[in-house]
Nanobody, 126 residues
Framework: QVQLVESGGGLVQAGDSLKLSCAAS??????MAWFRQAPGMEREFVAA????????YYADSVEGRFTISRDNVKNMAYLQMHSLSPEDTAIYSC?????????????????????WGQGTQVTVSP
């Protein structure tokens, strides 16, 4: 059974930092990504990383504040978040892609990720 389990969310104040973790089991992944969904909004892309970690993409809104990383030995992905603002409040979900066959391939496209975690809530107070 393939599972992605996020952890590390919580309630923080504006300007604080938080690190999210995603534990994968059941298979390994090529590209991995983080998406988020705020109340009443569509799920949006946050960051993605290739299997080799050589290539990563970020949404403009988080560029320079968030860093995505992964540990293939532990089958983990991480999202380090700095300078959080109330606009970052959302449920953050981890996603994995398993069909590209490339350790450098990565995408922002939500539909390319087949496996998803349940998400972890991040709430940033003013």
């Amino acid at each position: 059974q393939v599972q992605l389990v996020e952890s590390g969310g919580g309630l923080v104040q504006a300007g604080d930092s938080l690190k999210l973790s995603c534990a994968a089991s059941g298979r390994s992944f090529y590209a991995m990504a983080w998406f988020r969904q705020a109340p009443g909004m569509e799920r949006e892309f946050v960051a993605a990383i290739s299997r080799s970690s050589a290539v990563s993409y970020y949404a403009d809104s988080v560029e320079g504040r968030f860093t995505i990383s992964r540990d293939n030995v532990k089958n983990m992905a991480y999202l380090q978040m700095h300078s959080l603002s109330p606009e970052d409040t959302a449920i953050y979900s981890c996603a994995g892609e398993s069909t590209s066959g490339s350790i450098r391939w990565v995408t922002r496209q939500r539909e390319r990720y087949r496996y998803w975690g349940q998400g972890t809530q991040v709430t940033v107070s003013p």
